[in-house]
């Protein structure tokens, strides 16, 4: 197995830019990691939304597809809404594929950070039908006539257990996201392919870990092996526990598991 670092691509979630993940992002490049954070083009205050989920899927198919061409090995590093949209977006784009092809680069390995991993066919509503919270949506996101939606109290829902300055920060780069995205089913299945590290955060408003956990349950019932690793946080864990996050980057980098 290389030593190598590879390069990251970070997709980030619903009602998030990259902004939000400035300090995470200038912490993997401190180490020596070049990492790429594409803006999902669902993710914004246009009204109405400009975009949608299959939009999200092609701008980070779009970006992979360019580096593994080049041969680049890449981790992709997932979180929230944005593990649904990288697990669709690198369907076949993984190094075992790849190499079966004679073509070079590839996805070495997949590591959500309380993101959704689904089988195909599934929604992120389906997630939460599962959960029986569906009478809570109103209570944490509100639904605008022109298809956008954007949460109710945002601090509450991400930046739990962030300090005062990590929120002020944080806050004006949160956008609208489409309701349509929470609709639309995944098509993707990388995480059968490909080493799996999953992250679980305990304190979580906006996946929650009974959400995290049905789908967890869900791919071990398919026989694929995942690393769950527990910590005990809210939802922003890139910003509250981010040494963390840095330590479990690193395990997956040199994980033994890795093609």
Same mark, same amino acid.
């Given at each position: 197995?290389?030593?190598?670092?590879?390069?990251?691509?970070?997709?980030?979630?619903?009602? *998030?830019?990259?902004?939000? #993940? &400035?300090? @995470?992002?200038?912490?993997?490049?401190?180490?020596?990691?070049?990492? !790429?954070?594409? *803006?999902?083009?669902?993710?914004?205050?246009?009204?109405?939304?400009?975009?949608?989920?299959?939009?999200?899927?092609?701008?980070?198919?779009?970006?992979?597809?360019?580096?593994?061409?080049?041969?680049?090995?890449?981790?992709?590093?997932?979180? +929230?809404?944005?593990?649904?949209?990288?697990?669709? =977006?690198? %369907?076949?784009?993984?190094?075992?594929?790849?190499? =079966?092809?004679?073509?070079? /680069?590839?996805?070495? !390995?997949?590591?959500?950070?309380?993101?959704?991993?689904?089988?195909?066919?599934?929604?992120?509503?389906?997630?939460?039908?599962? &959960? %029986?919270?569906?009478?809570?949506?109103? %209570?944490?996101?509100?639904?605008?006539?022109?298809?956008?939606?954007?949460?109710?109290?945002?601090?509450?829902? @991400?930046?739990?257990?962030?300090?005062?300055?990590?929120? $002020? &920060?944080?806050?004006?780069?949160?956008?609208?996201?489409?309701? +349509? $995205?929470? *609709?639309?089913?995944?098509? /993707?299945?990388?995480?059968?392919?490909?080493?799996?590290?999953?992250?679980?955060?305990?304190?979580? #408003?906006?996946?929650?870990?009974? #959400? %995290?956990?049905?789908?967890?349950? !869900?791919?071990?019932?398919?026989?694929?092996?995942?690393?769950?690793?527990?910590?005990?946080?809210?939802?922003?864990?890139?910003?509250?526990?981010?040494?963390?996050?840095?330590?479990?980057?690193?395990? $997956?980098? *040199?994980?033994?598991?890795?093609?």
């Amino acid at each position: 197995m290389t030593t190598a670092n590879p390069t990251i691509v970070l997709v980030h979630g619903a009602w *998030h830019t990259p902004a939000n #993940y &400035a300090p @995470f992002v200038a912490d993997l490049e401190s180490r020596g990691f070049t990492v !790429h954070c594409p *803006h999902l083009p669902s993710c914004t205050n246009t009204s109405p939304p400009p975009a949608t989920y299959q939009d999200d899927v092609v701008t980070i198919r779009t970006l992979v597809t360019t580096l593994v061409n080049n041969g680049e090995r890449v981790l992709l590093l997932l979180h +929230s809404y944005g593990g649904a949209i990288g697990t669709d =977006a690198v %369907q076949d784009l993984d190094l075992p594929s790849r190499a =079966a092809q004679n073509l070079p /680069g590839g996805i070495v !390995h997949l590591l959500y950070l309380c993101a959704y991993i689904q089988l195909p066919g599934r929604t992120i509503w389906d997630v939460i039908t599962e &959960a %029986q919270m569906t009478g809570f949506w109103p %209570q944490f996101v509100q639904d605008h006539e022109d298809g956008s939606t954007f949460p109710v109290d945002p601090v509450q829902l @991400f930046l739990g257990d962030c300090d005062a300055d990590q929120i $002020a &920060a944080a806050r004006p780069h949160l956008v609208r996201s489409p309701l +349509s $995205a929470f *609709h639309t089913p995944s098509t /993707g299945d990388a995480w059968r392919r490909l080493p799996v590290t999953y992250l679980t955060t305990t304190k979580d #408003y906006s996946v929650p870990r009974v #959400y %995290q956990d049905i789908m967890l349950k !869900h791919v071990a019932e398919q026989g694929v092996e995942v690393k769950v690793v527990e910590v005990d946080t809210a939802h922003s864990v890139f910003l509250s526990r981010r040494e963390e996050v840095m330590r479990l980057v690193d395990e $997956a980098v *040199h994980d033994e598991r890795n093609p």
